[in-house]
């Protein structure tokens, strides 16, 4: 079975440009949640999305957004990026949504913003 | 608030020494799920292990183990015999609102080196 996969690995941006992230979960997984994880704060819940709507979202500014697909695959974008938001997103996906399930992650796309 | 501790930054070990990383936690949730995770290098976020809060056994798996204590809100991982492979970044984890969101909540992690 595939695992969580995340495009693109690697992203060089500069700022006040947009990004947007993908996630594709493992086959028959609904839920999709988002952290970001720096340095300094460490992992950091983003948003959940179950079934097409965001169920939990973090303490992040509005530019963060993001949502999942009918095939349950998800986006986060991030606009007006600031220096930042250069950090690891990781997605992890989970049979169904709640924290009790386990989550299990992607390899993570590393944003730099210059 | 809910609140994860892993107190101890840095550990480095040599070869076939036990090692055991701490993990405190604070929560008012009666019901709760901890967790950890392995991050190597590559960074992917590797699932080693689920407790619920009301399953204080101790579980061992392999070379891991773990020790639930409700009274002392901790949730320490044991290396047995560690291995190089098992240099990593490890993260234990809460999650929030009685498991019903999705979000975990992290601590800052150990780094674990084992040296040959």
């Known amino acids: 079975k595939a695992g969580v996969t995340q495009t693109p690995r690697y992203l060089i941006k500069t700022r006040g440009q947009q990004v947007t992230l993908s996630c594709s979960p493992i086959?028959?997984?609904?839920?999709v949640s988002w952290y970001q994880q720096t340095p300094g704060q460490g992992l950091q819940f983003l948003f959940e999305?179950?079934?097409?709507?965001?169920?939990n979202k973090g303490n992040f500014p509005g530019r963060f957004s993001g949502r999942q697909f009918s095939n349950s695959r998800s986006e986060m974008n991030v606009s007006t990026l600031e220096l930042g938001d250069s950090a690891l997103y990781l997605c992890?996906?989970?049979?169904?949504?709640?924290?009790?399930?386990?989550?299990?992650f992607g390899p993570g796309t590393r944003l730099t913003v210059l | 608030a809910q609140k994860v501790t892993q107190a101890q930054t840095e550990i480095s070990v040599v070869e076939k020494e036990d090692v055991t990383l701490d993990c405190v936690y604070e929560?008012?949730?009666?019901?709760?799920?901890l967790f950890w995770y392995k991050q190597p290098p590559s960074g992917e976020l590797v699932f080693l292990i689920r407790?619920?809060?009301?399953?204080?056994q101790n579980e061992i798996s392999g070379r891991y183990s773990w020790n639930f204590q409700k009274s002392t809100s901790s949730f320490n991982f044991t290396i047995t015999a560690s291995q190089v492979v098992d240099s990593a970044v490890y993260f234990c984890?809460?999650?929030?609102?009685?498991?019903?969101?999705?979000?975990?909540?992290f601590g800052q992690g150990t780094t674990l080196q084992v040296k040959p």
């Open positions: 992890a996906s989970s049979l169904l949504a709640g924290g009790y399930n386990e989550q299990f």
């Open positions: 086959s028959g997984h609904r839920s």
């Open positions: 407790r619920n809060s009301f399953d204080e």
């Open positions: 984890a809460l999650s929030e609102g009685s498991g019903n969101t999705g979000k975990l909540i």
């Open positions: 999305y179950f079934s097409e709507t965001q169920r």
């Open positions: 929560t008012r949730d009666t019901t709760y799920y």
